[in-house]
């Protein structure tokens, strides 16, 4: 199986900075990867698809990189609403994974 | 607009059974693969398995924590997805949600639905 691992596990933000995620795989996984964001007692929503494509109708505050084993996230110019956990997972080999998510807050 | 809506969660006994169901519109649905993934309270999200389409023969796939108690099943005249649950274990506790499959990829999600598996 393909581990992905996420780093930082948490991350504490002001409004208005710009913050970056990073995965990683444990073997290279092309650029089969994606980016999602959930609050709390909601289902996760799809940002990010193909490490750097975004889903239709996220803003372009949210832009993804990588290929291969490493990844990035990167979200511009934080707002209250940014604040969430997110995951990174990989769709080139089944089983699928998910990184552990990462929890960001407000500073 | 594109709605997956679950339902069918509940209390069961450890070794029970339970079925789940989401219910798709708003698009295509037998075009789509179509995937569960779930979530135990306070961790993270796990995959647990897939059903292709018509064209790819309604294969599935699993994740190895639920290959022979879980089947995922489809019924394309319904636009409806099944999740068959047996055997439960007490670390089969979650929120179930189904997803829409886009080129490999999950572009939409439902609200999921709560199953609780505990004596």
């Known amino acids: 199986d393909i581990q992905m691992t996420q780093s930082p596990s948490s991350l504490s933000a002001s409004v208005g900075d710009r913050v970056t995620i990073t995965c990683r795989a444990s073997q290279g996984i092309s650029n089969y990867l994606a980016w999602f964001q959930q609050k709390p007692g909601k289902a996760p929503k799809s940002l990010i698809y193909a490490a750097s494509s975004l889903q239709s109708g996220v803003p372009s505050k949210f832009s993804g990189s990588g290929s291969g084993t490493d990844f990035t996230l990167t979200i511009s110019s934080l707002q209250p609403e940014d604040f969430a956990t997110y995951y990174c997972q990989q769709y080139n080999s089944y089983p699928l994974t998910f990184g552990q998510g990462t929890k960001l807050e407000i500073k | 607009e594109v709605q997956l809506v679950e339902s069918g969660g509940g209390l069961v006994q450890p070794g029970g059974s339970l079925r789940l169901s989401c219910a798709a519109s708003?698009?295509?649905?037998?075009?789509?693969?179509m995937d569960w993934v779930r979530q135990a309270p306070g961790k993270g999200l796990e995959w647990v398995g897939r059903?292709?389409?018509?064209?790819?023969?309604?294969?599935?796939e699993y994740a190895a924590s639920v290959k022979g108690r879980f089947t995922i099943s489809r019924d394309d005249s319904k636009n409806s997805l099944y999740l068959q649950m047996n055997s439960l274990k007490t670390e089969d506790t979650a929120v179930y949600y189904c997803a829409r499959v886009k080129r490999g990829r999950f572009d939409y999600w439902g609200q999921g639905t709560l199953v609780t598996v505990s004596s």
């Open positions: 059903t292709r389409n018509k064209a790819n023969s309604y294969t599935t």
């Open positions: 708003g698009f295509t649905f037998s075009d789509h693969y």
